[in-house]
């Protein structure tokens, strides 16, 4: 299966669309934000500037994720592809990666990009919710992503919590960062031929199709 790399604003959709992709085709999901997340809590230095980037909703610094990276899509359960959520996220990441999957001896894959308003996914923020345990995404302001028991975790009962950075203040530095340094690579994935958009504002079952479709090579 061909790896997958997502780009999209804050709260465009990566997390939940890879998720199905991930568990229906049994490909690792390797979301920075949850190793990142996963990182913060410890109470070292690191732990506390991830934690204080994190919360004003900037990038965290290129070397810290290029560790994280490169361990983790050197473990054996990525030799057939994987789906990247929110790496590379600036230029240089991008350059770097080019570098990594080379030495490495893998591919590149597709890039699909996730086009939503900057309105619709800053209403997504408010009602945004994810499982505590699994890191299942749900959201309170659409029906078809609602947990079927209210703040429980439809997969595995725990409770629901609210991501920290997941505010108005720092969404609008979140969304700033993303036009800045993430856009940019739009137009670089389209240069070498790989780069795909799909419309994320159909709904998921639309959107999935299209994935699917762009992953057969249709
Ligand atoms: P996300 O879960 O993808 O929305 O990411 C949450 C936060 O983690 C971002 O606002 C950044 O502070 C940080 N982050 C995630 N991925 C990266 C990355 N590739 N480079 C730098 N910072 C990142």
């Known amino acids: 299966m061909k790896s997958i790399i997502f780009i999209a604003p804050p709260a465009g959709g990566k997390g939940t669309l890879s998720e199905i992709i991930c568990s229906k085709y049994n490909m690792p999901h390797i979301s920075t934000g949850d190793l990142l997340r996963n990182a913060s809590q410890f109470e070292d230095e690191r732990g506390k500037y991830l934690k204080e980037q994190m919360g004003l909703g900037t990038l965290i610094r290129d070397d810290i994720i290029f560790d994280l990276i490169k ?49 619709l996914a800053s209403k997504r923020i408010s009602g945004r919710l994810s499982c505590s345990n699994c890191g299942r995404v749900y959201n309170s302001n ?17 409770p629901l919590i609210k991501r920290f950075d997941d505010n108005a203040d720092t969404y609008e530095v979140r969304y700033q960062t993303y036009l800045d340094k993430t856009q940019p690579l739009i137009e670089y994935y389209n240069k070498k031929n790989i780069l795909y958009h799909v419309d994320v504002t159909k709904g998921i079952d639309y959107a999935i199709g299209k994935i699917e479709e762009i992953i057969r090579g249709e």
């Open 142 to 158: 659409f029906d078809e992503m609602k947990p079927k028991m209210e703040n429980v975790c439809d997969d595995c009962n725990s």
């Open 71 to 119: 361990e983790r899509i050197n473990e054996p359960d990525c030799d057939s592809g994987y789906v990247l959520d929110g790496f590379p996220r600036n230029m240089e990441q991008a350059e770097v990666y080019d570098q990594i999957i080379k030495d490495s001896g893998k591919n590149l894959g597709c890039v699909i990009v996730l086009d939503i308003s900057k309105e």
